[in-house]
DNA sequence: CGAGTTTGACCTGCGC
DNA sequence: GCGCAGGTCAAACTCG
C-alpha cells in the first residue's frame, strides 16, 4: 500500500509570556530601600523599608511565577493536545490505507467515480492546522489502477492528492519537496483542463512519475497522481520550506509502501510568524523522546526567529539589568 | 549555454 | 482492422 497525502493543519500557537510585565520595570520602580543602598545611608527606618519592599517584591516574583507558571502549562496543553492529534492522523493514514488495499481491486472507472470532492487541501498562502477535519485526501490504490505497465509491476503504487490553489492560478504545479520535470502535456477526453506529465528529476534512475491535472467538477482543484516510489531520500529540505514560505506548499505527509518506515514531512510554516518545522522525522517514533525533543528545539529555533520574540526577551532581560 | 518547458508526432492498448 | 484515448518522445523554444 502505497499512499500521498497533504493535509490542510490549522493551529496557531498562542504564546503568552507575559513578558510585557518585565517591559514595563523601569528603573524608577527600584524600591526604595535599595536605592538608599546604593547611596551608602543606613538607619532602621530604611531597612524597615527595605524589608517590606523586599517582601512585596517576593510577593510580586511569586504571582509572577504563577503566573509563568499557568503559561508553562497551557502551552504543555496545546503541545499534548497537538500530539494526540498528530497520532489520529497517523491513525487514520493506516485505517485508510487499510480501506483503500480492500478498495482496490475496483475498477479505474468506478474510483474515479468515487473521488470525493469535499476531501481537498487549502493552499491559500496561510497553511492552517487542523487535524480534525477531513482535509485529508488520501487515495491509493495498487497497481491494478489504470496503467497496464503498472499492473505488471505489483510493487508499483499509485496514489492521489487533491491540492486546492488560488482560482487565478492556472499553473499545474504541485509543490512537494521533490524535483519534478514536465515531458508532456495531454489534453484527456473527460477533463477540459490538460493534463500534465512529471518525471522525478533529482535522480535519473527514479522511477517515480507525477500527472496533474485540474478537477472537471473543480477547476480550482488540483488532482495529483504519483506512481511508483522515490529512490532516493527526499530531495532538498530547504526547496520545501522555501515554498512553503511563499505560501504554495501544502503541508506535506507522504508515505512510502515498500519501506516499512513512513516520511513525515511536517511544515507549518506560516509567513512572518513563529514556524515549526519537523521534517524527515518516522512517523512511529512521534512518540519518542528524540523526536519530542527536536520538536521543541524546532520550537525554540522558531520563537528565536520571531523578531517579536526576541525583541520582547531583550526588553525583559535589560529590565532585569536596569532594576538590580 | 544548459536546464526546463512546450507541443505536435508517434506508440501502445483497448473496445467495437 | 480501425478508431480512439492515454502516454511518451523529441525537436523547438524559453529563460536565467
Known sequence: MGSSWIVDASQT???????????????KDVPRGVQINFMGVENKA???????????????????????????????????TLQSRLGDVTSMTSEKDTMLAMLSSRKRKAENNREVKSDVVDIDG?????????????????????????????????????VRTEPSDTSLVVKDGYQWRKYGQKVTRDNPCPRAYFRCSYAPACPVKKKVQRSA???????ATYEGEHNHPNCTKSETRAASNKGASPVLISSSSASPTKTVTLDLTRPNSSQVAVVGAHHREIDSPEFQRHLVEQMASSLTRDPGFTSALAAAISGRIMRY
Open 13 to 27: 500557537f498562542d504564546l503568552d509570556l507575559n513578558l510585557d510585565s518585565f517591559r514595563l520595570q523601569a528603573p
Open 46 to 80: 530604611s531597612v524597615k523599608d527595605e524589608t517590606s519592599d523586599l517582601k512585596a517584591e517576593l510577593e510580586r516574583m511569586k504571582e509572577e511565577n504563577r503566573r509563568l507558571t499557568e503559561t508553562l502549562s497551557a502551552v504543555y496543553e496545546n503541545y499534548i
Open 217 to 223: 467538477e473543480d477547476p480550482s482543484v488540483l488532482v
Open 126 to 162: 496561510s497553511i492552517n492546522c487542523n487535524f480534525n477535519n477531513n482535509n485529508i485526501n488520501v487515495e491509493s490504490s495498487s497497481s491494478e489502477d489504470s496503467c497496464k505497465k503498472i499492473k505488471e509491476d505489483p510493487k508499483t503504487m499509485v496514489s492521489r492528492v487533491h
